[in-house]
């Protein structure tokens, strides 16, 4: 008898946008269950002085105590924390930063749209160090060559083997004469840079790119403000059968049959619901490997000299770029594996922190240096470890009775020994270019602060150590699929959504002609 | 059967003397004649109330809008011009800049000397300005118009 139930799809980022977009329009019908409500921008975005604050911009106590984006501004944007709790080891802080809207995380994204490339997906091959994916560039390439133009990603070509190239509106927008010195001071260390490749448009949005066009299709149905427990399974078949979630608001719950169910809660709720469910995990693999990327903001901050004064002449300053990882490309170079990369930016004034002033003398400073600031941010790559990893924590709920996770990450030597590089390199290329460095270090943010965590439910060609096929199906459960950033293996230095989306629109079309062969 | 411009008539904001663009351009006058663009550059003024009375003394003085705005000179209180095209605080945007690279007040307010009425007709969101940025080969860096990240 042929299953008429929908596909149930679990959140509504890019990765559950993807599956829905993807899905609607081969005609299959779905129900999207979203954990919080649709945005009313006219309503939720309008911005309030600080005087019609509560709490006058310094915001609810314990309302976001790791949420370190937020603030009172935007506080009707990020997971409440005393709702949605969560615990870690003593000593090792974890940052976890959750939108519960409809649209997810894509509401608030910085639009950084790179590719991964073999370095990332056979990185084993090339060092010898961590796992490989089950898929090659090649397999993903058609992927991204979709995605990037529903995203608008403009950027420049650069035919760098790092950090492959797309299809990019062109950027040929010229550099202010800051960045140009800061350009030919890279070239003369070697060091290679480009324009940022980011997605355009007032929103960037799995709610304005992907959604609308999947409500139009007539195939899609969102429940908002439907909290996910648990997905079933039928004991008779082994296979998932439907999901029960929670209305946020009155708690009552609801079951909803489903034909196959696609997770797409974010990294950790992803993995978090297949850990409360007992499912995928006859591997034991569930929840570990979990990484994300090391961070350092600032890592250097610099004074354009002729900037001073803040005077600064037309041209001189703006605008800012990108250096893809450079280190251990062909040798093993450095005193670590893999490598980092830099976000790079000309203006603003620079943080008070890195004055050691204070009173009038600090005013005074800060309008001295008033647009004459010249920052970089280094981002580096985590080896996925088995031991960095997520379990349930029975003994906390969150406001639906729902247990919590229990996040263990720590960073090595590995991690540390990167970023003190990235700090010296960022240092030589700022003083190459003639800039005053006045602030340095190699201080990474705690783990999770990036919002890049990846890992946990990860893809690989052996069930034995993995949680997800090829084609983010789970080995155990062929109507089950996770398309979001749990099922990284690695992540490189890039930014990892051009990927969530690119994986979810593929393992989405698998999923359709899978169902087309009545194999699911 | 509205136009896509009627119904944006319907939506524009009262102002409290009706002033035509059309007509005022008409005579020949521009637009920096009375939107002065002082310095650092970033905002365009809009007139003091006299300059509005070198011609109005005289010009329809009996009119009960100019009379109106007669009122706002004799106490020497700028008219309320209510703003039909803002941009939010956290944007850097100067005018002048956007002048000397060759964008007309057209580019981002439309055609104004054929208009009686002021609306919102051009799209001035940031995935407008970004088209625009780079279309025109300016940078579309987030650091060109918000500050930046600390």
Known sequence: MPNDNPIVIIGSGAA???????????????????????????????????????????????????????????????????????????????????????????LRWGRASWRLSDYEFKGKDHDGMGDNWPISYADLAPFYDRVEPIFKVVGRKEGFPQLPDGVFLEDSSTDSQSVQRFLASAKKMGVPTTKQRRSTGTFASSAN????????????QIVTNAVVREITKDKNTGLVNGVSFLNRHSKQEYTIPARAVIVGASCLESTRLLLN????????????????????????????????????????????????????LQTREKNFVRGYAYDFGSGGTPNPKYLPLYGDALVKELANLNNASFSMTAMGEVIPRHENHV????????????????????????????AIDAMNVADELCHGAGFEVIAKHAQMVPPGESIHELGGCRMGADP????????????DIKNLFVTDGSAFVSGGSQNPTMTILALSMRASEYLAQEMRKGNV | MFSPLAFLLLLAASQPIPYSHKT???????????????????????????????????????SPAIQKLTEYAKEQK????????????????????HQQAGATCQSCHGPVAQRDVIVKEVDTSMGACMDCHRKNKASIDCTYCHDQRQ
């Open chain 1, 16 to 106: 559950g946008g993807m599956a829905a977009y993807v899905l609607t329009k081969l005609g299959i019908k779905c129900v999207m269950l979203e954990a919080g409500p649709l945005l009313d921008l006219d309503r939720d975005r309008v911005l309030k002085p600080v005087s019609e604050l509560p709490y006058r911009g310094f915001g609810r106590p314990g309302q976001f105590p790791h949420v370190v984006q937020a603030s009172e501004f935007d506080a009707n944007l990020w997971a409440d924390e005393k709702q949605n709790p969560y615990t870690y080891d003593p000593g090792n802080q974890y940052n976890w930063v959750r939108i519960r809207l409809v649209g997810g995380k894509t």
């Open chain 1, 209 to 220: 790119l992907l959604l609308p066009d999947a409500v139009a299709t007539g195939n899609l």
């Open chain 1, 277 to 328: 469910s007992g499912l995928a995990n006859s591997s034991g693999i569930l929840g570990h490997y979990l990484f994300d990327q090391i961070y350092v903001k600032n890592v250097v901050t610099a004074i354009v000299p002729e900037a001073r004064g803040g005077n600064a002449p037309r041209g001189l300053m703006g605008g800012g770029g990108y250096i893809p990882r450079f280190r251990n």
């Open chain 1, 391 to 418: 379990r349930i924590d029975s003994t906390v709920k969150d406001e639906w009775d729902i247990p919590a996770l229990h996040i263990t990450h720590k960073y090595t030597d590995n991690e540390y020994a990167m």
């Open chain 1, 464 to 475: 034995k150590t993995s949680v997800l096929n090829q084609h983010n199906q789970t080995h």
């Open chain 2, 24 to 62: 005022h351009l008409a005579l020949g006058l521009e637009c920096k004649n009375c939107h002065t663009n002082r310095d650092p550059g970033e905002m365009m003024g809009f007139p003091v109330t006299s300059t509005c009375m070198v011609c109005h003394t005289t010009v329809k003085k009996d």
């Open chain 2, 78 to 97: 700028p008219v309320p011009w209510v703003r039909v095209y803002q941009i939010p605080s956290y944007v850097f945007f100067s005018h002048r800049a």
